[in-house]
């Protein structure tokens, strides 16, 4: 169990701090982190993190698949790790 906490929290600062960059990203008009790696990274554990994202930094916070998969996933994620 300590190891699946681990796991989630640092992924969880990763995502939030991926979410971050790719706002800074796109403020400057650079190239920036794709949609699909932002996903995956909520998908496989860092939905907090995205949340925590899009709220401070406000990024993604009109596109619909990130207003649908984020909270969706977070509900998921939390029925998973009270199983675990």
Do not use: W
Not at 51 to 66: A, D, E, Q, S
Not at 70 to 84: G, V
């Amino acid at each position: 169990m300590i190891i699946i906490n681990i796991y989630l929290i640092v992924l969880n600062i990763i995502t939030f701090l991926i979410m971050g960059i790719d706002k800074y990203l796109a403020i400057k008009k650079k190239y920036r982190i794709s949609e699909f790696h932002l996903l995956t990274l909520t998908l496989f554990g860092g939905s907090v993190g995205s949340l925590l994202g899009m709220i401070i930094f406000r990024h993604k916070t009109k596109k619909m698949k990130f207003l649908i998969i984020i909270p969706l996933s977070i509900i998921i994620h939390i029925l998973i790790y009270l199983q675990i």
